[in-house]
């Protein structure tokens, strides 16, 4: 009830939420209580961050590149309401997500889960001198290993209920001839990524390896393709016209079975989780990884979402693995990132990635929705339309007026440029200098 009553609240602060200045959006925020007084005023002030911080990240330092930071409004996962933030320069993305999250509020109900809960670690053994005996110790001190690392270097991790669950053995054939070994470390990272953690336990584990096995440990690095830790996220929206439900699944099928079109589909899905991820300041170069690999597995290149219609209900599905963390690293230092975090109410990396996989499936439906319908154009470029403004050089005073003449345009042709918003203003330009010279 208490669930059902803030989201009556959020629909109601959310309602009209585009067409509000930025002042008013953030009183909502702060209504809504997705931001507190002191985040408004940090935003306020242009959200400075002094380069010291940058210094602690990376090396040779000599700024930063700002991004715009919005938020996705209407967005209902698992029966609780969000404001969802977004860190991202592409024209469509938040109005797209926003509009079609309203849809699916209005009309569905949108669930997600985690399958697992492990990150995955490798050791590598380049060239494997005996099989049989790698094969026989692995198995004899599999379980040995495990209490070793969970007393030493995972102990932080037990301590929290995670640790190393199990190790398994990969044999890989080379094009030599000999065989390559592969141990594979599954580790609980509970709510961090795992990068570090998994490294370092692969590096304490590759001595004891090697003096068990005779064999010589060539690399120890954790795998951004984590198929033992995968999210998944359900969309089920009613009251689809036939016509419009039957389109987006064909368009899915396309995605299913061609590679060309696949990689589209991935990447506007990834517009939705992209921008969660550079908010939050997690690694999304991690995490696209993971998921084009995750894509391939079946050794064709696949789209990560599913749409079915079976008549009366469009039903989609996502599954790729998405590994993040809200302890550790940028998350807790960049004073941005730990605002999203507080906004979206996190309480888990699952939790996180739960959100990310919802978001993205919302933002695959709206872009399928206009790609069977009016055309990804007419959608796209009525939002870019205002870049293009800026681009020709328009004042304050011309921008409402070029961009009237500018949609007219698109309208009429269903395609529009630079060129056109420059040629736009300078006759804007020349028909002002005409009436001021008739006037005298």
């Avoid at 002030?45 to 090396?59: C, R, V």
């Amino acid at each position: 009830m208490a669930d059902q009553r803030v989201e009556n609240e959020m629909k109601e602060l959310f309602s009209g939420f585009s067409k509000l200045d930025r002042k008013d959006r953030l009183h909502r925020l702060v209504k809504m209580g997705a931001l507190t007084a002191k985040d408004v005023e940090f935003l306020n002030q242009g959200s400075p961050l002094s380069t010291d911080l940058a210094e602690k990240f990376i090396e040779n330092v000599i700024g930063y590149y700002q991004m715009p930071l919005g938020v996705v409004a209407n967005m209902v996962i698992d029966g609780r309401a969000y404001a969802i933030p977004m860190s991202v320069e592409e024209t469509s993305i938040v109005a797209a997500a926003s509009k079609t999250a309203k849809w699916i509020r209005e009309r569905g109900t949108l669930t997600t889960e985690v399958v697992g809960n492990t990150v995955i670690g490798q050791i590598q053994i380049a060239k494997v001198k005996n099989w049989d005996l790698l094969e026989s110790v692995f198995e004899f001190r599999k379980k040995e290993w495990i209490d070793l690392v969970n007393s030493d270097v995972a102990k932080g991790l037990v301590a929290r209920g995670g640790g190393v669950q199990s190790l398994s053995l990969r044999q890989l054939d080379r094009p030599d001839g000999e065989l390559m070994g592969v141990l594979h470390v599954y580790v609980d990272a509970c709510d961090a990524m795992g990068a570090n953690v998994v490294n370092q336990i692969c590096e304490f584990l590759k001595p004891e390896i090697e003096v068990a096995t005779g064999e010589e440990v060539t690399m120890c690095i954790l795998s951004n393709l984590v198929d033992s830790k995968v999210t998944k996220a359900k969309l089920v929206i009613r009251d689809v016209d036939p016509e419009m439900g039957e389109k987006i699944a064909e368009g899915s099928l396309f995605a299913q079975l061609d590679p060309y079109r696949a990689t589209t589909n991935n990447k506007g899905v990834l517009n939705g989780i992209d921008p969660i991820l550079l908010a939050t300041g997690n690694d999304w170069r991690a995490v696209e990884a993971g998921v084009h690999a995750y894509a391939a597995r079946d050794g064709q290149y696949r789209s990560i979402t599913r749409w079915t219609w079976n008549g009366t209900e469009l039903v989609g599905e996502f599954e790729a693995p998405i590994c993040v963390g809200i302890v550790g690293g940028v998350t807790r230092l960049h004073p941005t990132a730990k605002m999203a975090l507080r906004m979206l109410g996190v309480e888990s990396a699952n939790h996180l990635s739960r959100i990310c996989a919802a978001v993205g499936l919302v933002q695959n439906l709206g872009a399928l929705k206009a790609l069977t319908s009016v055309g990804i154009i007419e959608g796209h470029m009525k939002l870019h339309i205002s870049n293009l403004t800026m681009g020709a050089g328009a004042t304050e005073a011309e921008t409402p007026i070029l961009q009237k003449r500018l949609e007219e345009i698109l309208r009429l042709t269903r395609r529009i440029s630079l060129n056109n918003a420059i040629d736009v203003l300078k006759e804007m330009r020349q028909s002002n200098v005409h009436n001021l010279a008739s006037h005298k």
